[in-house]
């Protein structure tokens, strides 16, 4: 369905005096904002003490805003419970891994488990949604804010060890069942009932991976309840409203298909900047993108999350400037809010919402920039904006994205059995993902993320990361699919309870891979196993597997195994390779499925939605794009300034 | 008052036979040593079991020393409280900002704020006064021994959190004024009473700021006050003396000018080898440098803490050899202990103090050189001190040190501001200052640092480090200047209770300066910004501005912006200067203020007293000093050896 | 007396289905395994719930390998209390060095000083030995696995306290006297009563080194108390068996000499790959030998456990391809399962037992590779056991392991010290021992390790690496030494209890070097010492010492200070030498002392062992052994492949 694509901003009422509220909703107006996302802290101002509820000044702010036009998104506040409820059960307190409580003082000072919170939480979405849930200025709910945020996905509390001991129970039923599932004869590790079963942290050396996989399951299971409480509440009572939650930079601690069932849209907080200064890059990239971001990290979530929402995904908050959580927090070149916010559309997104209308002058996050500086001065994200909102009105409505060619199955199950045991310590899903998905996007493609789980109907092209396990029914589907697919090693090496299966892996993959893996190792760097693809010298460099089998080599190491198999269209990748191995290998298959490829600059990334094609110049200097552009530019121009964009009208 | 430099020396009693102690009284007069230190740590023998005094040993001790034309320096034993004391009062422990309990088993074993162990406190130093008090051979005392050594200035016990809920009180009034000051109604921080407040340590993610100063005041104050009860009692029974207490490098917990409030002198312990060891330096500092100490790193203290001790300092410990508690200890040059001798005096120190009289055979300070041996053989300092007297002696009476016609202003408040929120990982306060003056140093210019409460009368230049809360007053004093004023970035950026000021940093000094900062952003040194100073370029490395205003910019950055800019008298920083800059843009200034330079060789460094201008050699090779004297030298020669020392007298 | 040298393989019945066991023990003898270790982890097997014991199926397991005709070495299950004895006994737990209790849910989660666990340990000890002790298959019992084994010697446990509070009481009798050993009139440490001793972790700043000597002493001696109540059990219950503990690399926080008393037989635990992979080693070596290993260490831990053993050692788990434990985990060359296995014969193995026969499935070891791959197919180290089995056969009985002609003093209390108090961060006991143990091998000489108790009748050279405290008794056996003695520095620096001796270093020594040690720094590489040996330029590169006496000098430091002495035989090095010192040093003492030097490859390393001689060539690529070989080779060629073995058979 075509719809203009829309903008918000984050705005904190309670911070700022009420006489100021209506200039501030016609400021937004002006600037072509249409949506502000309010109360998602501020339980300590609508439950003052405890049991006395205010929601007046909300309902103030609500009537201002919505009285301007603006629609609201409204947060339930339960990432800041207060102090006086704290220290009516201080056993809420997450505990972290060392087995410190983590306290007040901050915000997400909550143990997902803790069921006595869970009744607090729907105590207090309830008395919103009872107040609010029918205002016709109501659009959307956020529920909590930012789940996982600060490391809180884990915690080690006695209530989680007692959610955890129950979740086991329900899977395993006997004890027994889960001694043999997790191989606890290992080591004596065996139970006599569920009731001895310890949190998998402060053990003398590492636990079971079995033990902390379905830990890991159980976590993840825990916000999805958690958030569940707040969403059966609010289908109930504010009907026809969008549920929403802020989704994080590669915060993967649960998993977002999972959470997202509850809601109808996903959303993400985009802080390009600070994402490159703490990811593990080399400083040729973090150098030349420091005023930018990184090309790929932004779009890399933009299709993951749209995975997750089905389809609809939102920014709920998009960096504006400077912030103030990374370790270095440089200004984003001018012009980055316009480039995120096109790329963003580019890729789907229905809403792009600033944070936050106006820098706060107190508190944690005083170094974080506003739309408007602290002194109420529009500061130069809120020009961008406005030219933003401007040209989207010239373009008019834009068609919803829709299939890729491309598909790569995003898995947090896998994510979490590498984080358990890496067995090299640079094997990362993160990385891994992120190197493929940037090799595909490099060559102009548009790129899906599924779900193991979703259907590859209609793929030319599907590239399966280290998919640890490998359900029956995937397999299956894997093996019908009639694409291209690229498998990426250690894929169908564990059963779900984290054995290797007994036809070594890749498991239930073997038949139509034609191989299995007798050995695998780890290394180093230095220690890289040469690889020969097409007469030309490259690299595994964190990893190799000996395989054996029917399929037929297409790479081998110079060392004589094979490198890269194939049978009929399934290709597997035995080993981790190269970045130019990975290029490489990919331009083959994806010319050999019949797509077209776009020779982009270094830096330049490009995507279609509707009949537009996008074009992004993460680069702080100038490039020309004419070779890349055969139709009418309808914004910007060939030869685009650094941190410009410039959109093509598709025949 | 001119006066005659005086040597001293600390010596335990207690460690060694009684029948060696007159001989060594004998030694120490021979090697012209005037001041002796000792007690400070012998609490277990002053009292062998609760509530049993024995001070005859010390007595004798005393009598022994003073019997031979010794003066005495007595110690309070209180940061070495007995297991006893401990096993009595376990909870006076102080506990980690992770929580965990700090033991017993080392020193420092206590909590400042435990008003129980203060009142122990009271009791040993009254007991101790009473008894030596009016003793003729004893000329001070020094209080406790080392504040916030071993990081212990902060504490997170019960008795920290009362004792912290209390001053807020004082503070503040009502919760509401501190809900107000911190801007607690972000993130729902609300607090409904005093009684609520948490000490900042153990929340999920960072807590408030405005929480974190206001705690690290607090704590400065904790200790002002517990040092406040020992300088009562002794001036109530030890009229005449001066009282002292031995401050130490880069300490910063607590406020010094304000502890020194209650003392008559400043002293410090000067550890030049391991201090260099254990700073951020570059490597070809630390490499030329490693048995020298760098050079200026002493005078930066000496000057710090004269002005602490309002023109009157002491070196309480001075390293004499390799010492035992840096990652490494290499043995000084033969010479450096005349040369940071002489060094200390000519930036007015009374008395140097050597640290210890011979090396302990046991126990942790083993590998702590001494004047001596184990085995009693004078060792190699021993030898350089007795010639530091002689020439001492040669010199006769010095002025004592007047003020200097630079200055600048040392904030212990800010440099919290800064822990708390570098909003970049690298924008630390003491490499600034220690910038700052190491530029103003190199011209040969003698500095005085100043407390921000002081006068500037009498300055011809004055340098203000990034001072993050200008007072009214200060702004006042500042605008009423009448020398070169130059500013660094981030001053006037918060007010007292860490928001940002409603008319933007640098708050109070807009007028001033003409300018208002608009953007900052930290970034990693290989994101530095140009600068163009005079039609050379430099860089920002660290940190950037963009400013506004009617001030005339006199460098800009490449890329088109302020980057110095001046009102009248009064210049900005808007950035972190690179060495270059700074130590070009303060020529330009020193120059204009009518201020005689000296083209000091590398690793040279020269200060006057009196009718002297010392200079010392931190080289390990030969340089001649013959284009900086014009005088006649009374000591060493133009071709002046490594590690050694010249003294030019004035005409 | 010469013997066959045999094979084993850990196996773990429990882990497969009974049906296996018949075929897997025919395939053992097939492959020309003689051992089969057993039951070290199967408590929760053995005693399924709480004094209820099942042991029939190991009794049919040992039947079923018996009856193939293979050897039992039955494994004590100590290592993996049960979780029901840890619920019961819930304070057996290990508490780690910042107070955290470490938890079931891995292994070894107990503390040695835990009377009670101590007690259970008996108890299933003698119930284990009551039913197989007299079972004519079984020829051997391993206490325990592992001791120390993550970092679990020390423990700081109430129940350790109290132990170590007895151990001081034992050692010192009275309080006095122990206050005077350790000087604790510093810093008031003195205490009342043993009762009010601490364990010395958690204290403000670093406790005395005395205090932290002792308590390594006491850990060290828990250890050995431990395995006393099983050893003591088994002698009586299962009299003429071998017994056994497998120690490991580097792991040192308890004396294998004293521990290996009351043992029969040394064995430990090779892994090549993963040692080197944690080593602090420059990149060269670390890459050179990434898939074979070190080719020291292997040898280093021979030597030094076959004198732990008193001549008697067992490879008791030999890596048998990746592993899992460490940061990254290559695959060894083909090859090497055979080599290091000629090499442990070499250097006088009776045994080399391989973990484990069938790589396992599940749980923390899947990554472990096996003898067998998971699917039950003989892996390559299979193939490489049977050649290697093969070959041992061809060769028949050799003698046993003879004393070598040069020693090294091997002290695990050395050792401690510098861990407590290394004054320079680089003084590493294991960088230093196995620097000289390097320098000799590169040679072709077999190397002895020989404990500080040991008699050093026959040798021709010793070198004492850093021997902090030496006893009277032993610096009378060094002063009849003989041969030529090299003396490493800070030796003789400390007496017993922690002191400066009274005559300063070497102590007890100083007769026999004809020096005292004046003074010592350390630092980093920067900042080394230039030494003139032979009219050539080296470095002391860590550490460097003053002295003065009668000895005469062999080398100066270029600054003019003796840096190696010599009086009559004995050797003083008054630094830490580079790589280059030492080897040329050494190899002029070496050619001095009449020893023949082979001209080794780099890489290749050789031992001799009755009349044959093994050369193993650690490189990856092919080297000639030509000009090392003059008889005849039994095995191998000239021209020696990477990761093969040659033998020559001696005249």
Chains 1, 2, 3 share one sequence.
Not at 26 to 41: L, N, Q, W, Y
Not at 95 to 103: H, L, Q
């Amino acid at each position: 369905m075509a719809r203009q694509p829309e903008l918000g901003v984050c705005y904190y009422p309670e911070h700022w005096p009420e006489v100021m509220w209506e200039q501030d909703a016609a400021d937004m107006v002006k600037a072509g904002i249409t949506h502000v996302r309010v109360g998602e802290f501020a339980w300590s101002r609508f439950e003052p003490e405890p049991g006395t509820y205010d929601f007046e000044w909300l309902a103030s702010a609500i009537n201002t805003l919505g009285d301007a036009g603006l629609k609201l998104i409204l947060g339930t506040p339960t990432a800041t419970p207060p102090k006086w409820l704290i220290d009516k059960m201080p056993d809420m307190l997450p505990i972290s891994r060392e087995g410190r409580t983590r306290g007040f003082g901050s915000r997400r000072h909550y143990c997902f488990s803790h069921m006595g919170y869970r009744r607090e939480c729907a105590r207090i979405t309830r008395a919103m949604a009872e107040r609010f849930g029918d205002h016709p200025a109501v659009v959307a709910w956020q529920t909590d804010n930012e789940y996982g945020c600060h490391n809180t996905t884990h915690s080690y509390t006695p209530a989680a060890k007692s959610n955890f001991q129950t979740w086991l129970e329900a899977r395993y039923e006997t004890i027994g069942a889960l001694n043999e599932a997790w191989g606890n004869v290992f080591w004596s590790m065996e139970y006599l009932s569920f009731e001895e079963i310890e949190l998998p942290n402060q053990a003398v050396t590492e636990t079971n991976p079995a033990h902390r996989w379905d830990y890991r399951r159980f976590a993840s299971d825990e916000v999805k309840a958690f958030n569940k409480v707040q969403t059966d509440i609010l289908r109930e009572l504010s009907p026809g409203r969008d549920l929403v939650h802020n989704f994080m930079t590669f915060v993967t601690e649960y998993d977002h298909f999972s959470v997202s069932e509850e809601l109808d849209v996903a959303s993400w907080d985009s802080y390009p900047i600070g994402s490159l200064d703490v990811m593990p890059f080399v400083r040729e990239n973090k150098e030349h993108f420091v005023r930018t971001g990184d090309p790929d990290i932004q779009a890399y979530h933009h299709d993951l999350y749209r995975a997750c929402g089905r389809g609809r995904f939102w920014i709920m908050e998009q960096q504006p400037g400077p912030v103030n959580w990374a370790p270095y927090n440089p200004d984003p070149l001018p012009g980055m809010q316009r480039l995120w916010g096109w790329e963003a559309f580019a890729h789907g997104a229905e809403l792009v919402s600033y944070f936050r209308w106006r820098q706060a002058p107190f508190a944690q996050e005083q170094f974080h920039a506003g739309l408007n500086r602290p002194d109420g001065v529009p500061d130069r994200a809120l020009h961008e904006v406005t030219q933003l909102g401007t040209e989207l009105k010239t373009l008019g409505d834009i068609e919803a994205a829709t299939q890729a060619d491309v598909a790569i199955v995003y898995s947090y199950d896998s994510h979490w059995a590498l984080l358990n045991q890496p067995q090299g310590q640079n094997f990362s899903y993160i990385v891994q993902t992120l190197a493929i998905y940037r090799a595909l996007r490099e060559k102009g493609l548009n790129v899906d993320f599924v779900s193991p789980d979703a259907p590859l109907d209609g793929y030319k092209l599907v590239v399966l990361p280290s998919q640890i396990h490998v359900r029956d029914e995937m397999a299956m589907r894997l093996t019908n699919f009639d694409g291209d697919l690229i498998v990426l090693p250690r894929t169908g090496s564990r059963t779900v309870s984290h054995e290797i299966p007994a036809n070594l892996a890749p498991g239930p993959l073997s038949e139509l891979l034609g191989i299995k893996v007798t050995r695998a190792e780890s290394f180093r760097e230095f220690a890289a196993v040469e690889v020969d693809y097409r007469s030309k010298i490259y690299t595994f460099d964190r990893w190799r597997e000996y395989v054996e089998g029917d399929a037929e080599a297409v790479a081998h190491t110079t060392d004589g195994h094979p490198a890269i198999t194939r049978k009929k269209n399934a290709y597997y990748i035995a080993g981790w390779p190269d970045e130019a191995l990975l290029r490489d290998f990919l331009d083959v298959r994806v010319a050999a499925a019949g797509l077209s490829i776009l020779d982009l600059p270094f830096g330049v990334r490009t995507r279609t939605r509707g009949n537009f094609r996008v074009f992004v110049n993460y680069n702080p200097q100038r490039v020309s794009i004419a070779d890349c552009v055969s139709g009418e530019l309808v914004l910007g121009s060939l030869d685009l300034a650094g941190a410009d964009v410039a959109i093509e009208r598709l025949a």
